[in-house]
């Protein structure tokens, strides 16, 4: 058929309605539907829908007292659910205005630690109310009702006729035989795709160029400072401590791998004390500095246990021997942690000879390299 | 029209009956809104646990939403003057600065936080829960399987999500995951330096992260995952639900509700209850106090820094793993770190995504199924889910091993080797178990169709032999066995599942209904006492004729 055919559609071309989907409004008249009765019209619905109601247990009976008790449940419980709101809204913008101040005080255990909780509390009892009112209505008010619904598995006909669509379209297309313009399409579809992905390169950085990885803020001649940007001295810790220091250069205190652990030891744990092949000299006196950063995932190693020489991280626990050269001596942890040269200025402060000979913090596949 | 519209029999005649009708003469939707409300849906507990995720997720889009409206992510310096006295003056990032004053500053904020936090908790556990469900009932078999296949994506989706969500507030805990994270990604072989500065723009840990984690958190994947919940439902109400095996219940056929009213009313009732579930945890229960962390300091990190629950299995992992760095001709070096994260996490959920095609392959089945199976009738299935299951739970007890260790005051290190030992030989002794309960389960089911019910009633016979009556489920053979076969339903067990007991008469303080009258509908039924008594008399343990008096206790033959 085409456009041009004289008689288009199923009314063979005359102005009136054609057939609707070849079904119920041709079975049933409005006449007939306007005999039947709700419920009929109900179950003929479900029917075309190819269900079919088995039975129904109808609620409880007008005017009994199960149904007195029912009714009264859901509206007790549908009915707090709005006190419980109200209540909500009355905390919510009362406080601060005809009740005390919602703003949290960290010494006070009044109504401002009381605000959170209580909005919490009623509008959970408020939702969990409507909730619990809509099920026991559904349970006990309304009919139950057992439904059966037939399923398939999809049509055959459906099937072979769409694929005869697509296939048609497809011959018509005669792609099958035009190879220039396949092959042109193959070219167009993979340029446009990389094409409209190329923009992502915008996130790609060399992490290579200029290692930013392997360096940190320590060089020759920087002050170990603490936090507040103290320097320090031999002699300023005692036997046995740990302290946390960094690069005396601006923002150092918060570099990401600067942060280093001073640790003077124990006489005795200066008699074991054995540098790792190349660290001989790094250490200065009782005195060395580890890197802070996990050799693992990266955490601050934090837990120093001083009677067995031994760090913690916390966060997968792997364990170093200050006295071993920082080696990891168990858990997850492969590498020992990196070691600060140290020595002593002019002034008698703290300063690193270098910064680290290696990378600090996880190890990366081509860390040995760089 | 207009005239057949107003002269049409049964044409409704009230005011909004009119409108609807003239509503849909311009809308034509009301096949498809008949079809929906008569979509019939099974009736049992166990469908509704995905549900509970897909109202989680409601939650968490709505109250998102709500946090944006304060939230500021930018890792930009700023000095904290909020009301929080204990952090006045202290640096800090704008992320960690806007997440205090939302929680403090906001009216109602820290309700709102805690919320969304609690209802991501709920969203995953909700989706592993529904995964278990799937699982066990076999209902991921053809041709669920793709739906299975859209699932288990978007179970990896939300955890991405969780992760994403939780780094955001840049406090010392998320800053110490966020750490974790950058050594991951560092730990990944060749491409890992790359990837990392394309994630982080450069070393750890710049000042890009938290803003592409945000727009990633609430943009990114929330979309995504919002067209797969889509795609998953149309799925579903294309395929229609499964069922399990029950009397009349088919392969092409579900028996339920109907959605309109029913189903609707008790779904309904469902979000409103999870709704208040979330509402009131976010209230009452405090969760993840950023104000105690403080701002986050790569120095700095806290005892017990663990993440939400979802991703402790692979803290665990990480925990246990031994410190097994490969190094390659080349000084090229394979993290230790890369197996325990990306491998073993890459390699469960590919196992879970492509679970349905291995069974496909190994037990040949590739039938439709919509019934579904009981677990206990598919024993190397159910017992391959205890392993794994047991596999992801001793992971995530060892990413706890520090906190076990401190409460129970066990020797860290041995916490660490009883993780590794565990999680080498405790899967397959769950296996063994699983599987043996499997089998013992079916063969109990088998024994009292054959045998019938235990009544607990001890008769003597006239020569003296005790038995005990056994009450079969059906018609029985001349040596008293059972006729009916297994169709995988439920066996019942004990009398009162037969109706070997009255139902209690309603009514709390007095009774709402008139008790003779139960009496008499219930024995109707054949339920109560009397009832029984009669039913028992023609399975009591008497020998028949020719027949041996009792073996081990069998029914005999009915009298009548």
């Given amino acids: 058929m085409t456009t041009r055919d004289t008689r288009p559609g199923s009314t063979g071309g005359a102005d009136v309605p054609g057939e609707l989907y070849g079904g119920p409004d041709d079975d049933y ?35 009994s007292p199960m149904e007195k008790r029912a009714i009264r449940q859901v509206g007790m419980v549908f009915a707090a659910a709005g006190l419980f709101a109200f209540l909500f809204v009355v905390v919510y913008a009362g406080s601060g205005w005809f009740l005390p101040d919602w703003h949290w005080q960290v010494t006070e255990g009044g109504w401002s630690a009381l605000f959170t909780p209580l909005l919490g509390l009623l509008m959970g009892l408020s939702l969990l109310c409507v909730g619990v009112g809509l099920v026991l209505f559904t349970k006990k008010l309304l009919p139950h009702e057992t439904a059966v619904q037939d399923k398939h598995d999809g049509s055959h006909f459906d099937r072979v006729t769409t694929g005869a669509t697509f296939v048609g379209a497809f011959h018509n297309s005669g792609l099958a ?18 094409m409209l992905i190329m923009p992502l390169g915008g996130l790609i950085k060399n992490p290579n160029k200029g290692n930013p990885l392997g360096t940190t803020n320590w060089a020759e001649g920087v002050r170990l400072v603490r936090n507040d940007g103290t320097p320090i001295r031999p002699g300023d810790q005692q036997p ?8 005396a250069v601006p923002g150092g205190n918060r570099q990401a791998d600067a942060a280093t652990m001073l640790i003077r030891l124990r006489p005795e744990q200066v008699e074991q004390l054995q540098p790792r092949v190349g660290h001989g000299d790094f250490a200065y006196g009782e005195y060395v500095a580890y890197s802070k950063i996990c050799t693992h995932a990266g955490c601050p190693v934090s837990l120093y246990e001083q009677e067995t020489s031994r760090i913690l991280c916390p966060c997968h626990q792997s364990q ?10 168990f858990g997850p942890a492969t590498r020992p942690l990196p070691q600060l040269p140290l020595d002593v200025d002019d002034e008698g402060f ?17 860390r040995e390299r760089i | 029209m207009a005239a057949r519209t107003a002269t049409a029999p049964g044409a ?10 003239e509503f849909d003469e311009r809308m034509l939707l009301t096949p498809w809104l008949r079809r929906t409300l008569n979509k019939v849906y099974p009736d049992h507990w166990s469908f509704l646990l995905g549900e509970i995720a897909l109202y989680s997720f409601l939650i968490l889009l709505l109250s998102g939403t709500y946090l944006t409206f304060f939230f500021d992510a930018s890792m930009r310096e700023v000095v904290y003057d909020g009301s929080y006295a204990p952090l006045r003056g202290v640096e800090m990032s704008a992320a960690y600065d806007s997440a205090l004053s939302l929680s403090f500053d906001v009216r109602g904020g820290l309700f709102m936080r805690q919320l969304h936090h609690w209802a991501a908790l709920l969203f995953v556990a909700a989706i592993v829960v529904h995964l278990l469900r799937i699982f066990f009932t076999g209902a991921f078999r053809r041709p669920r399987d793709t739906n299975w296949l859209i699932g288990v994506v978007m179970l990896v989706l939300a955890l991405l999500m969780g992760v994403t969500g939780y780094s955001l507030p840049d406090d010392l805990l998320s800053g110490t995951g966020l750490r974790i ?20 723009n450069g070393d750890f840990v710049g000042e890009q992260i938290i803003g592409r984690f945000y727009i990633v958190h609430v943009l990114l994947i929330p979309a995504i995952l919002l067209a797969l919940i889509g795609l998953h439902l149309l799925i579903l109400v294309k395929q229609k639900h499964t069922q399990f095996p029950g009397a009349g219940r ?8 109907r959605l309109f009213p029913t189903f609707a009313a008790k779904a309904t009732g469902l979000i409103f209850v999870v709704f208040g579930v979330c509402a009131a945890l976010g209230g009452l229960v405090q969760i993840n106090p950023i104000w105690l962390w403080g701002p986050y300091n790569p120095a700095q990190v806290s005892a017990a820094s663990q993440p939400d629950w979802y991703i402790g299995f692979l803290d665990g992992s990480t925990r246990i793993f031994p410190p097994w760095d490969i190094n390659l001709p080349g000084d090229y070096t394979v993290p230790a770190l890369f197996w325990p994260t990306v491998v073993i996490a890459g390699a469960m959920f590919t196992l879970l995504a492509l679970y349905p095609i291995i069974e496909r392959k190994l037990t040949g089945d590739t039938a439709s199924h919509h019934l579904l199976q009981r677990p206990r009738d598919v024993p190397v299935r159910t017992a391959l889910g205890a392993m794994g299951l047991t596999f992801y739970l001793w992971l995530m007890v060892a990413g706890g091993n520090d906190v076990i260790a401190d409460k129970f005051d066990i020797s860290l290190n041995a916490m660490t080797w009883a993780g590794r030992i565990g999680v080498v030989i405790l899967p397959p002794i769950a296996y063994v178990i699983t599987y043996r309960i499997c089998l013992g389960l079916q063969q109990h089911d088998r024994e009292v169709l054959e045998h019938g019910i235990e009544t607990g009633v001890i008769r003597r016979l006239p020569h003296g032999e005790f038995i005990e009556v056994h009450q079969p489920l059906g018609p029985v053979d001349e040596h008293g066995h059972g006729l009916l076969a297994y169709g995988g339903a439920p066996v019942p067990k004990r009398m009162n599942h037969i109706g070997g007991a009255r139902r209690a008469i309603r009514g709390f303080f007095r009774p709402i209904e008139e008790p003779a009258q139960v009496e008499l509908e219930q024995r109707a039924e054949g339920r109560g006492l009397a009832a029984a008594e009669d039913r028992e008399l023609t399975t009591s343990g008497r020998p028949s004729e020719g027949g041996r008096p009792s073996e081990g206790g069998r029914p005999q033959e009915p009298r009548d």
């Fill in chain 1, 240 to 247: 046995g401590s740990l302290e946390t220091v960094f690069p």
């Fill in chain 1, 177 to 194: 035989r035009r190879k220039l313009i396949t092959r042109s399409l193959l070219l167009m579809g993979g340029g446009v795709g990389l």
């Fill in chain 2, 181 to 200: 994270i950058s050594a991951i990604l560092l730990s990944v072989p060749v491409i890992g330096t790359w990837a990392h500065f394309a994630v982080f």
């Fill in chain 1, 29 to 63: 008249t409005p006449e007939q539907l306007a005999a039947m009765s709700r419920e009929d019209l109900d179950r003929l619905g479900a029917h075309y829908d190819h269900v079919e109601i088995l039975h129904v247990d109808a609620g409880p009976e007008p005017g």
């Fill in chain 1, 320 to 329: 170093f021997d200050v006295t071993q050269g920082a080696k990891p001596v």
């Fill in chain 2, 12 to 21: 409704p005649t009230t005011k909004i009956g009119k409108a609807a009708y």
């Fill in chain 2, 250 to 257: 088919t392969e092409h056929n579900v028996v339920g509700n």
């Fill in chain 1, 350 to 366: 703290f300063i690193a000879r270098s910064d680290y000979i290696e990378a600090v913090g996880p190890t990366y596949w081509n």
